[in-house]
């Protein structure tokens, strides 16, 4: 076993208490990675919280994690000690469906391991990146290429590959019109990454609060929609809307802000059901999609991406005694652009 200070929710809700956990003996395909940065993602919120149901506790959160190997097990052949990896939401899947084969492990027959609130087929419970450590197999640890930061980087193991993923889908490129709701830890990367795969960018947030941070991201324009009169004036206007908005929002309105043909992709995963009139979708032939994170190669082809266009996350670095504090202001929408955990300040009390 290894032992390894972390942050754990004792129960739903409750505070942060730094304690020590185990993870596994490795196995002949695992590697354990020392945690340098675990980037606080909205997910993280929802499941501490049991926004999403019935969750698993103690637990430690963390899905957006970056560090360096610090040891392989025996069979290991893509990592070695001292290179730079990352982890995101998976920590395992069966490697034998046909999901897996194609590299879209998040689909799994057998059920991807989450890399928390989640259980490994061994019946263990998984826990995250807010840790010291974490132990999984090499196949879900992606090389953080040498251009990368560590900081900035972590929040691409969630945040960058779950609005990669839609833009790569839904063909975000020179010529196509993306609209971003909700300018926060996805939004934000939703931003920088539309606008490298040259399409046209605009954010929806919902005030004026954040307008200087679109332009410098790479937006051409920046709306306010708690003004009303600018859902109406941008009716019609976009071919791909990513929304990332963790609350419910007026689905039928935002479909109407689509061409012909649009799409609009939803990331964002609040508890109420999206409202929409047939008509709405029927009428010009528009497309309401989901999207779930990524799989590992896209995640590695996301991350040499941002390394060759100089693109990382706007992160605010905390301590680890402001993560509670670090969550309201999340959900307050008051972060620029990811909370990332200093994983080196968590200190289990003697
Ligand atoms: P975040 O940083 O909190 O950003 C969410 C943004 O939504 C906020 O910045 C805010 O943008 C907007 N928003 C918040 N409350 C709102 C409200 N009541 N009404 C309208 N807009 C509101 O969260 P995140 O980490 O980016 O995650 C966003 C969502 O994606 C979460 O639900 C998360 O669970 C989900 N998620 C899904 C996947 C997936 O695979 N599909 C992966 C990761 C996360 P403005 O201030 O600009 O309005
Ligand atoms: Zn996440």
Known sequence: ???????????????????TVEHRDLRDDDVLIDITFAGICHSDIHQVREEWGSAIFPMVPGHEIAGVVSAVGDGVTRHKVGDRVGVGCMVDSCGECEFCKNGEEQFCSKGAVMTYNGRGYDGEATKGGYAQQVVVSERFAVK???GLELDVAAPLLCAGITVWSPLKRWGARPGKRVAVIGFGGLGHMAVKLASALGAEVSVLS????????????????????????????????????????????????????????????????????????????????????????????????????????????????????QVDEAYERVVAGDVRYRFVIDTSTIAVPA
């Open 144 to 146: 953080i290429p040498d």
């Open 1 to 19: 076993m290894t032992s390894t200070p972390a942050l754990v929710a004792p129960s739903a809700g409750a505070a942060f208490e730094a304690r």
């Open 206 to 321: 919902r005030t004026d609060a954040k307008k200087d941070d679109g332009a410098a991201l790479g937006a051409t324009a920046y709306h306010a929609t708690s003004d009303p009169g600018v859902l109406r004036e941008l009716k019609g206007t976009f071919d791909l809307i990513i929304n990332t908005v963790s609350a419910d929002l007026p689905m039928q309105t935002y479909i109407g802000l689509l061409r012909p043909l649009g799409v609009i992709a939803n990331v964002g995963l609040p508890t109420g059901n999206y409202e929409f009139a047939p008509g709405a979708v029927v009428g010009g032939s528009r497309v309401v999609a989901g999207s779930n994170i990524g799989g590992i190669p896209a995640t590695q082809e996301m991350l040499d991406f941002c390394a060759e266009h100089g693109i990382g996350a706007t992160v605010e670095t905390i301590s680890a005694d």
